[in-house]
């Protein structure tokens, strides 16, 4: 319980806990009645950029395009008026050192251990999908199997071809990469007993397909959460 209570970070609504050293109930206990959605990933993938663009408001989480932004979980609410609301956490970065690895995959362990559906990205022009796979083996639990999303940002830059600025759509090219990036994914990730619920490619950037990324994600909670 600790390693989860030494980063976990609130916001938005969430009152910031006065001690670092709770149990995860009394950590989570203001959240614990919503579907809770967590955001997990290489460092640089885009977790925090797709929650601020997927906020209106923005919760303003911090990006930084050379070191990792999110040394914290942070936990946000999102009303949805009368349906009540959706709990996002946004996960710091795997990868970046083997002690900080360690140390979070075991607080990853514990908030997936409590949530109800997680959100994998990766990077669009990644094709080492390796780690990827031994991340999500090591600390998904196997309540969420089956509601494991796989998002694929950054598609804009995808190669070959170049977005249109204009009408805010890949190319032809690009169309026809990403059908084959998904594909890829998909096959590279069920070689390894992974079936994910689903794969959603898109930019949060651009502000593309993210009301297909957020229909997914309320797609894959339990229905009686929702």
Request: with cysteine; hydrophobic share 40%; charged share 30%.
């Amino acid at each position: 319980q600790m390693a989860l209570a030494e980063i976990l970070g609130h916001k938005d609504i969430m009152e910031e806990s006065a001690t670092k050293d709770k149990s995860i109930s009394k950590e989570l206990k203001k959240v614990d009645v919503s579907p809770q959605i967590v955001f997990i990933g290489k460092t640089g993938v885009g977790k925090s950029s797709t929650i601020n663009k997927l906020f209106n408001p923005q919760p303003n989480l911090p990006v930084d395009h050379v070191e990792p932004a999110t040394m914290n979980m942070e936990i946000l609410t999102l009303s949805l008026g009368d349906r009540g609301n959706l709990i996002f956490v946004d996960c710091p970065g795997l990868g970046e050192s083997e002690e900080a690895d360690k140390r979070n995959m075991e607080a990853y362990k514990q908030i997936l251990g409590i949530s109800d559906v997680a959100l994998w990205i990766v990077k669009a022009d990644d094709r080492a999908l390796g780690i990827d796979r031994y991340f999500i083996h090591s600390v998904l639990p196997e309540k969420l199997a089956d509601r494991l999303i796989v998002g694929i940002n950054q598609i804009d830059l995808i190669q070959p071809g170049e977005w249109s600025k204009e009408f805010n759509l890949p190319s032809k090219e690009q169309e026809d990469s990403i059908l084959r990036k998904e594909e890829y994914v998909m096959r590279k990730f069920k070689e390894e007993g992974i079936n994910p619920f689903a794969i959603v490619s898109y930019s949060a950037k651009r502000n593309y397909r993210l009301t297909r990324l957020f229909k997914t994600m309320v797609d894959a909670c339990p229905p009686e959460r929702v």
